[in-house]
């Protein structure tokens, strides 16, 4: 499967009008209330929409969540798809892609702050993300993955000056997602990776909910600069606004 274009079946009940009606619905309501807020019952009265149309579709509040939760995923990542083929097709360096799609993610994160609180923030009491969310979430690491491949085969990374200390600490899901180990020296680059996309996630984690604003005076040359720091520990320079151009 291609993590970088999976979504949910658009034949699905998930995909489908009906569906399309009463997730806006949900949406507005999840700004207002937050996820604890959502059932079938409480989007019904919301949206001004019958409670069977509702529950004809999502019989409970977790296949509701679901849905959202997937679209969630879907919509962040296309922002920094798009982000990625436009820095690609202008000729930018891995290190200029990596800033592209993680202003892509910024910008959705801050325009969609409670879709972002439903995959990013504190957990849903009662709920347990299913499988069918693994093929969308794994489409933000799976940008991420492209470009350090990217980098390591046009030789833009500097080798580690410290490696990983003992066996390799990854699972397969992994290893399958970037496609392989690398050789030596950057035979542990995806764990490494993983501390890059970790971090990404806990940078906007601290600006969406205001963690930063007390901290620095212009968050947004902050973010940049915090994801060129992070790009460091893969061997990846990324070049700041002064260094290149926007795309």
């Keep these: 499967m291609d993590l970088s274009t999976s979504a949910t079946d658009v034949n699905s009940p998930g995909n489908s009008p009906q569906s399309a009606v009463i997730?806006?619905?949900?949406?507005?309501?999840l700004v207002k209330t937050g996820a604890a807020g959502l059932s079938p019952d409480a989007v019904a009265e919301g949206g001004g929409l019958a409670v069977g149309d509702v529950a004809g579709v999502f019989p409970h509040r977790d296949d509701l969540l679901t849905a959202l939760v997937i679209d969630a995923?879907?919509?962040?990542a296309a922002a920094m798809e798009q982000a990625d083929q436009a820095a690609g097709a202008a000729g930018a360096t891995a290190g200029a892609r990596l800033l592209a799609v993680t202003r892509a993610l910024r910008k959705w994160s801050f325009?969609?702050?409670?879709?972002?609180t439903l995959i990013y923030g504190s957990p849903v009491p009662g709920y347990h993300a299913p499988q069918d969310t693994v093929p969308a979430a794994s489409r933000?690491?799976?940008?991420?993955?492209?470009?350090?491949?990217s980098a390591l085969a046009a030789g833009e990374l500097t080798p580690p000056r410290r490696t990983v200390p003992g066996p390799p600490l990854l699972r397969p899901e992994a290893v399958g997602l970037f496609g392989g180990v690398p050789e030596a020296p950057f035979s542990d680059l995806i764990e490494r990776g993983i501390v890059l996309w970790s971090n990404l996630i806990g940078l906007l984690v601290f600006q969406v909910f205001s963690r930063t604003h007390?901290?620095?005076?212009?968050?947004?040359?902050?973010?940049d600069f915090a994801v060129a720091v992070a790009a460091e520990g893969i061997g990846l320079t990324v070049p700041l606004e002064e260094e290149s151009p926007a795309y």
């Design 214 to 223: 007390d901290s620095v005076r212009d968050e947004s040359a902050y973010f």
């Design 23 to 29: 997730k806006a619905a949900a949406r507005r309501l």
């Design 73 to 76: 995923y879907n919509d962040s």
């Design 140 to 149: 933000t690491p799976a940008v991420l993955a492209g470009i350090v491949r």
């Design 111 to 116: 325009d969609h702050s409670a879709e972002f």
